[in-house]
């Protein structure tokens, strides 16, 4: 691109070229498009305290883990399409077990979470002098990053997976949303289909648990057998079958 840049300064725009510390190149086609940004980027902000955590998908994680300060602003910067969740950090390894490739996507599929490699952690420590716009980014390769906003110092846990570059800088956007997210799981697509499928796995379930048998004698003696248990039924006149499904 030449006469938009002051000087002799060029662009030089290199679409396609695949570079291994991006975690975008790691993705299949239908995860990619999860990453791809159509129109203006919006800012999602949390408030956060100590002993708290933000997932971009199940691609990236930053935990809150010191800080002179009761809480701090971050501003996720990423594809709207990919849904987020704030919540303690002492549920972290629950989220990654139960909902990497469900709720939390990209990866698509539970399988998909081992093939991206082992996710590991970065230490971060940063400060800042101003509430009203971000001071930093940390920035995860080929996905977005973490505008981070307060006025003390704070160290971090950035979490993603092996090999992909976490890489700190000045804001790029200083300005936040004036909404905050709230906990939990944002509100999209994402997150609404995999909880139904969730729902339904659940139903099937229950179906499928065996029926039990409770037979009561004229004694008024109860025994109760499960589906995997046999017995030899004395004739009909000398017991009284009561037949009980119970489900749980």
């Known amino acids: 691109m030449e006469g938009v840049f002051p000087g002799n ?32 980027l919006k800012p999602r902000t949390y408030r956060i305290k100590a002993a708290h955590s933000v997932h971009i998908g199940g691609l990236m994680r930053l935990d809150m883990e010191v800080s002179s300060v ?18 303690k950090t002492e549920n972290a390894c629950k989220m990654l077990e139960e909902h990497f490739g469900r709720q939390l996507q990209p990866p698509l599929g539970e399988g998909r979470v081992e093939e991206l490699g082992k996710w590991v952690k970065k230490e971060v420590s940063v400060s800042g002098s101003c509430w009203d716009s971000s001071c930093l980014d940390i920035a995860a390769a080929g996905l977005g990053w973490f505008a981070i906003g307060l006025k003390g110092e704070a160290r971090l846990g950035v979490w993603t997976y092996d090999g992909i570059d976490v890489v700190v800088r000045n804001a790029l956007l200083p300005q936040r949303s004036h909404n905050f997210e709230v906990a939990g799981f944002t ?16 139903k099937n379930e229950k179906k499928r648990k065996p029926t039990d048998l409770t037979i009561v004698s ?27 499904a119970n489900s749980i």
């Open 218 to 244: 004229p004694t008024s003696s109860v025994l109760t057998i499960d589906a995997d248990s046999k017995i030899a039924f004395p004739p009909a006149s000398v017991l009284n079958v009561d037949v009980a």
């Open 70 to 87: 009761d809480s701090i602003y971050v501003t996720v910067w990423a594809s709207p399409l990919l849904p987020l969740h704030m919540g």
């Open 9 to 40: 300064a060029k662009l030089f725009d290199t679409p396609g070229l695949l570079h291994p510390h991006q975690i975008s190149t790691r993705l299949t086609r239908e995860e990619q498009k999860l990453l791809h940004v159509g129109k203006e």
């Open 187 to 202: 509100v999209s697509e994402i997150v609404s289909k995999a909880d139904q499928a969730r729902n339904k796995q659940h």
